[in-house]
């Protein structure tokens, strides 16, 4: 601790000295132990904005890959067209829909039943008598007319009340007013069938039912084979896919028209979403590689040199580097049981009958295939589903694999699920800078979309994939879980901010009652110099009554 120096000036003069200034130079000497208290927390501090930065682009990142991971993403989407809109029109392809074409022809549109009764004059005239309604196969129903349904209007209400499948509705034109009864189910399902006994008491008129349109299904063929369609939107017929139908197919020389459906992959919704990775990506290792730095006054960014930092960095560029398995085994309880039977790998054929005693089992076979260097690396993986034998091409495309393994000891059947040759980034167009940016090349990625869209999606949303390895990296690297390691260090920073904080606070109520006393205490040895000159005087008048020397006055 430093010292102070109070200058009282003259003793005598009876000025005495700046009690508040010289109280503020102690005080403030004494806070100079905070000092190192509040650097730290300065420290902290600038660590967790720089932390929370990187949480919130991780975030981002973390949005872009779960889009390509979850299965009704981005991946998920399909365009389609028809060749003959006025036909045909395509409605929506979902995630189930598979891309492809088809071919369909319509030879008659869906017709929804309908009908009304004869007209009348006046709607308000009273109505009388009784109509029996059923629609398709559905028990008939019978309104019979009431005070409160009498009229058409009423009529109409009550067979709506009903609740008989049916619509109806009063209609008013130059020919007077009429009950119109419309189905409520297309096609043959829904034909009515209406008998009426209702008379126009007013006129004495009796009003019998009119079939407008009969109930028929629609009739088309698709991929060739004839189909029967009750309504005009047809969803059930080709996987995923909803049309409407609008028109039968033209006849041209006797032949009907025949409409093309396409359903393709959209793969510039995928080319986009990928584009955002690669720059949210780029973003995320920029602000990283920025704390490697100096900052505008020379001065080290906040995370220089810490664990975090590193980590980040280590766990980014070897997850982005890193090389998905081409498929794997299906995974059993043990890796130590022992298997049976064969697998062919290209055209190398391993029966584990051959295998050394000991090493017939998960291991055993993988290093077998390593050992026969075809292109591909086997790893043996546990994980909560258990224990499989992963492979993963080197070079080249991956080689089919059939499997007959068992495993002995439960019986379980060891089959191979191929997860196709996209198993890096590389293989989509995406490649490494040297500053540990990515790049993308578009063409090698529409090549990709265009000649496996399969592989495209098993790479990021198959169990073992880079997709689901890389969301999970970043997951565990985030804020947004309480393990995540930025996450942790924030949390590891609050501790610290809480403890320094609360240092910081007890050390000022402590210099804040030293400074009360100090003030009382300067206060009065200030009130005590500065009455001194008044003292003198008293004295040397005191002398000079007693010597009778006349002193000079201070």
């Known amino acids: 601790m430093g010292t102070i120096g109070i200058s009282f000036g003259s003793p005598t ?7 508040s200034n010289t109280v503020n130079q102690i005080v403030s000497n004494l806070q100079n132990v905070e000092t190192p208290w509040k650097t730290q927390l300065s420290a902290d501090q600038a660590q967790d904005t720089v932390i929370s930065n990187l949480g919130s682009l991780l975030s981002t ?21 028809s060749s003959d809109p006025s036909v045909l029109a395509l409605t929506s392809a979902s995630s189930s829909a598979v891309a492809g074409t088809h071919t369909v022809v319509v030879n008659s549109l869906a017709v929804t039943s309908s009908g009304y009764l004869d007209a009348i004059t006046n709607a308000s005239d009273t109505l009388t008598g009784s109509v029996s309604i059923q629609a398709g196969s559905a028990a008939a129903q019978t309104i019979t ?25 009063v209609l008013t034109d130059a020919n007077g007013s009429r009950l119109s009864l419309v189905s409520g189910t297309s096609g043959v399902g829904g034909d009515l069938t209406i008998t009426s006994s209702i008379t126009d008491s007013t006129t004495s008129t009796a009003l019998k039912y009119n079939t407008a349109a009969t109930g028929a299904n629609a009739s088309l063929t698709v991929d060739g084979v004839a189909v029967s369609a009750i ?57 990283v590689n920025t704390q490697e730095t100096n900052d505008s006054s020379g001065m080290p960014q906040p995370l220089f040199g810490t664990p975090t930092l590193s980590l980040l960095q280590e766990q980014l560029l070897g997850s982005i580097n890193q090389t998905s398995s081409s498929g794997y085994f299906t995974p059993i309880a043990n890796a130590s049981d022992a298997l049976s039977g064969s697998v062919t790998v290209g055209s190398t054929t391993f029966n584990v009958s051959t295998l050394s005693a000991g090493n017939q089992n998960l291991a055993g076979l993988a290093a077998a295939i390593n050992a026969a260097n075809l292109g591909v690396t086997a790893n043996v993986i546990t994980n909560a589903v258990g224990s499989s034998i992963s492979l993963v091409t080197v070079f080249g495309q991956a080689p089919a694999v059939v499997s007959s393994l068992t495993d002995a000891t439960s019986g379980a059947a060891l089959s191979f699920t191929s997860l196709g040759d996209v198993n890096n980034l590389s293989k989509l167009g995406i490649t490494l800078n040297n500053d540990g940016t990515i ?49 942790l260090a924030l949390k590891a920073n609050n501790s610290n901010e809480t ?9 000022e109520l402590r210099i804040s009652a030293e400074k009360v006393t100090l003030t009382q205490e300067l206060t009065t040895a200030n009130e005590i110099l500065q009455s001194i000159p008044a003292n003198l005087n008293n004295v040397n008048e005191l002398y000079s009554a007693i010597t009778g020397y006349q002193a000079p006055k201070l």
Not at 62 to 73: I, L, P, R
Not at 231 to 244: A, K, R, W, Y
Not at 267 to 286: C, E, R
Not at 473 to 486: D, E, F, H, K, P
């Open 13 to 19: 003069s009876g000025a005495g000295f700046d009690v």
């Open 231 to 287: 309504s005009n939107t047809v969803s059930t017929v080709i996987p995923g896919v909803t049309f409407q139908l609008l028109a039968p197919s033209p006849v041209t020389s006797g032949v009907p028209e025949t409409v093309q459906v396409q359903i393709v992959n959209d793969t510039s919704s995928v080319s986009s979403a990928l584009g955002t990775f690669v720059s949210d990506y780029n973003a995320l290792i920029k602000a």
């Open 499 to 507: 403890s320094l904080n609360q240092d910081i606070a007890n050390e």
């Open 439 to 487: 790049s993308l090349n578009s063409a090698t990625l529409n090549s990709a979309l265009n000649s496996d869209y399969s592989g495209v999606m098993a790479f990021f949303q198959d169990s073992n994939s880079w997709g689901v390895d890389f969301s999970t990296t970043l997951n565990n690297l985030g804020t947004s879980s309480v393990n995540g390691a930025l996450s």
């Open 61 to 81: 990142l973390s949005t872009d890959v779960q889009n390509f991971t979850n299965f009704e993403g981005v991946l998920a989407t399909k365009d389609g067209s």
């Open 145 to 169: 007319i009431g005070s409160g349904s009498n009229t058409l209007s009423g009529l109409a209400a009550a067979i709506n009340n009903a609740g008989i499948g049916v619509t109806a509705s």
